[in-house]
Structure formats: structure tokens, C-alpha cells
């Protein structure tokens, strides 16, 4: 395998690991902080949410530089085939701009 491969395989397998982690940090925020049960003594709700509103800014934030990452390595990839495809053959666009890998 030459190293432009190795590359792209490298680059799509971080992605896919990103991906896996905004997944798993989705579920995490959805189980813990948005399927909690009301409380039922509304009066002692104030205790608890502050550190509910902590915890899920934190993983909001993980999320969002996790997504901003999976975008940049996604940007890399993209330039990685097009690189591939001027030194093997002509690029052939699809919608939207992109170029295919076959």
C-alpha cells in the first residue's frame, strides 16, 4: 500500500473513531441529563441543577470540538482524494463539488 493510502485509510479511520466518541457523548448527555426524572420536591430542584447545567455544558463543548475535528479531518481526506485523483487520473465530481474515490 502506498503512503497516500495509508494516509486516507489512517484519516478515515480517525473520522470513524470521532464519530463513534460524538455518538457515545450524545447518549451520555441524553441519558444522564435529559431523561432524568422530575424531582418530586420541586422546592429542593435548584440543588441539582446546577450541576446538571455543569455537566452538560462540559459535553456540549466536548461535542462541538469533537464535530469541529471530524469536519477538519473530513477537509483533509477530501484533499487527500483529490491529490490521489490528479496523479492517477481525472477527478470525477459529483453534486455538490466532491470528487469520488472509484
Known amino acids: 500500500m502506498d503512503k497516500k493510502s495509508i494516509d486516507i485509510s489512517d484519516g478515515l479511520l480517525e473520522a470513524e473513531i470521532l464519530a463513534?466518541?460524538?455518538?457515545?457523548?450524545?447518549?451520555?448527555?441524553r441519558q444522564e441529563y435529559f431523561d432524568k426524572r422530575e424531582m418530586k420536591?420541586?422546592?429542593?430542584?435548584?440543588k441539582i441543577?446546577?450541576?446538571?447545567?455543569?455537566?452538560a455544558r462540559i459535553k456540549i463543548e466536548m461535542i462541538s470540538g469533537?464535530?469541529?475535528?471530524?469536519?477538519?479531518q473530513?477537509?483533509?481526506l477530501q484533499?487527500?482524494?483529490?491529490?490521489y485523483?490528479?496523479?492517477?487520473?481525472a477527478p470525477t465530481p459529483e453534486s455538490g463539488?466532491?470528487?469520488?474515490?472509484?
Open 85 to 89: 485523483h490528479r496523479g492517477n487520473s
Open 41 to 46: 420536591d420541586v422546592n429542593k430542584a435548584w
Open 20 to 29: 463513534e466518541r460524538i455518538n457515545v457523548l450524545s447518549d451520555d448527555l
Open 79 to 83: 484533499d487527500l482524494v483529490q491529490d
Open 74 to 76: 473530513l477537509e483533509t
Open 49 to 55: 441543577m446546577d450541576e446538571y447545567y455543569r455537566t
Open 97 to 102: 463539488g466532491r470528487l469520488s474515490i472509484g
Open 66 to 72: 469533537m464535530a469541529w475535528n471530524l469536519e477538519k
